[in-house]
């Protein structure tokens, strides 16, 4: 039996689909939302023959991948996340890149030597690297206007990724790939009346005007930390807010802090109270987003952008500090 286990976010999802346009599969599907990335643990190893890793971070998997390789299963996995060390087998086929400037779909479109390119546009903008995203769609002759299109397209299926469970969502993210597989041209999908993708722009619009009045926790040349309300809208924006104020402040990292739910009948309890915290590295020195997060019990992600998922409230304060303290530091 083949699994496909992939992020609920746009890089995961498109990259799968390119895969599956290109080579198509009976498989059991494996996701969750955006920050569900320890996937690998939810393969039955005992009817796993094999599987398609994408997305998801090579270090955080480590244990369970290990367990499918001693068992003798063939694993693809495609990754622009630390990586750590990588297990040396036969049964693993790896493309593992953590440059700052490459997606996981990137790494499939270059795989499958750009078959269904404009999907890897979508996705290339949708993780917010719009260099890489624009290089790409100049080459293959995309005009403004389709470009445009694209990216809005990779914004809005990243945002359906983003929030603490799936009921969260507007789309589960399997359902979502699996609507999106049926349009092997992304620009019949962008042109199709009231498409997923007219239904997510709305649905992204109406949180993203939420977000403006997000409360601002700390402002300094380099670093900007704000608040977002402890409700549903608040966790599908986290992440693309995160990158819409990385595009207007380039040059400054940028913190978005949810409050994640806790009982709080006594007083005790109150110190159980975390936050889940996006941190976008400034998009003119995309580097250490991934290694400041990872220094945190539940954070994680890649040179540009990262996470924690539970970061205890009496710690923001040294993340913060941490986070100013490595911009003053580095180097553009």
Request: contains cysteine.
């Amino acid at each position: 039996m083949h699994y496909d286990v992939f992020n609920g976010d746009a890089d995961g999802i498109i990259a799968l689909v390119q895969l599956r346009l290109v080579e198509p599969k009976e498989s059991v599907l494996i996701t969750g939302v955006k920050r569900d990335i320890s996937l690998l643990k939810q393969v039955d190893i005992t009817t796993a023959t094999s599987v398609t890793v994408l997305d998801i971070s090579l270090e955080k998997n480590i244990q369970s991948l290990q367990g499918l390789l001693d068992n003798q299963v063939d694993v693809f996995y495609v990754d622009h996340h630390r990586t750590g060390e990588i297990p040396s087998s036969s049964k693993l086929t790896t493309l593992l890149n953590t440059d700052a400037n490459i997606c996981t779909s990137l790494l499939v479109n270059d795989f499958l030597q750009g078959q269904y390119v404009n999907w890897a546009i979508a996705a290339a903008f949708g993780d917010n690297m719009h260099a890489s995203a624009k290089a790409l769609a100049v080459k293959v002759g995309l005009t403004e206007a389709e470009q445009a299109q694209l990216n809005e397209l990779g914004i809005y299926i990243n945002y359906n990724g983003y929030g603490a469970s799936v009921e969260d969502l507007h789309f589960h993210p399997a359902d979502l790939y699996q609507a999106l597989l049926k349009y092997p041209d992304p620009f019949t999908l962008i042109n199709e009346k009231n498409s997923l993708f007219w239904q997510l722009k709305q649905a992204y619009l109406a949180d993203m005007a939420k977000a403006q009045s997000a409360k601002v926790i700390s402002e300094k040349t380099n670093v900007k930390a704000v608040q977002l309300a402890d409700e549903a809208w608040a966790r599908r924006v986290s992440g693309v807010f995160g990158n819409d104020l990385a595009n207007q402040a380039p040059d400054r990292a940028h913190i978005v802090l949810t409050l994640n739910k806790v009982n709080v009948n006594e007083t005790a309890q109150i110190d159980a109270a975390s936050y889940t915290l996006s941190l976008r590295a400034p998009l003119n020195n995309k580097q250490g987003a991934g290694d400041i997060c990872s220094q945190f019990p539940t954070g994680g992600g890649r040179a540009a952008a990262a996470g924690v998922n539970e970061l205890p409230i009496s710690q923001l304060d040294e993340f913060i500090k941490h986070v100013e303290s490595y911009y003053q530091d580095s180097k553009l």
